[in-house]
T-cell receptor, first 114, second 110 residues
């Protein structure tokens, strides 16, 4: 079975400050890992994904995430927050089981203070 | 534009009523999924279809049925709606590790 834990349901950052969203997963096999962003009243947009290869993955809007197998983590970071980063962020894992199902974490809502 | 199309976008039902949420994709993906989104719980899988002609239960299937009508279409049916089914529903399709989500259906059961 696969599962995802996102630490902190709400995160508040100042504009220009580091954004760090934590994600830990459990999977019996090497996983595919994803970060999605959801703006208010919209669908999910892919920020970045890890499948194989380089463990530091760069995504859209200046976000990046690092796959750390030893820590079973896939934390999302952005060096300098922008007001437009206010949204909800979801970490997800696919361990390649039948149907290639995505399992999501509970989400982290980011508030950016001016 | 290629993608996943969900209808309707909004729906209000009375307890006990039935309805079908429609989903269609035009990317020739084999796998399709229905998720529901509730505050603090992320997205939870209701049903999925790994390929045309197959469907399987996900994490929260009770109260729902699905039909994989053909490779493009995957519908979700609520036979007797309950207030606990008030949620935002997302359809998705996937192929080789890439997933595309629809824009969602906001369902309220009163």
């Amino acid at each position: 079975a696969q599962s995802v834990t996102q630490l902190g349901s709400h995160v508040s950052v100042s504009e220009g400050a580091l954004v760090l969203l934590r994600c830990n997963y459990s999977s019996s096999v090497p996983p595919y890992l994803f970060w999605y962003v959801q703006y208010p009243n919209q669908g999910l947009q892919l920020l970045l994904k890890y499948t194989t290869g380089a463990t530091l993955v760069k995504g859209i809007n200046g976000f990046e995430a690092e796959f750390k197998k030893s820590e079973t983590s896939f934390h999302l970071t952005k060096p300098s927050a922008h007001m437009s980063d206010a949204a909800e962020y979801f970490c997800a894992v696919n361990s390649g089981a039948a149907g290639n199902k995505l399992t999501f974490g509970g989400g982290t809502r980011v508030l950016v203070k001016p | 534009n290629a993608g996943v199309t969900q209808t309707p976008k909004f729906q209000v039902l009375k307890t006990g009523q039935s309805m079908t949420l429609q989903c269609a994709q035009d990317m020739n993906h084999n796998s399709m999924y229905w998720y529901r989104q509730d505050p603090g719980m992320g997205l939870r899988l209701i049903y999925y279809s790994a390929s045309e002609g197959t469907t399987d239960k996900g994490e929260v299937p009770n109260g729902y049925n699905v039909s994989r009508l053909n490779k493009r279409e995957f519908s979700l049916r609520l036979e007797s709606a309950a207030p606990s089914q008030t949620s935002v529903y997302f359809c998705a399709s996937s192929e080789q590790g890439g997933y595309t989500f629809g824009s969602g259906t906001r369902l309220t059961v009163v």
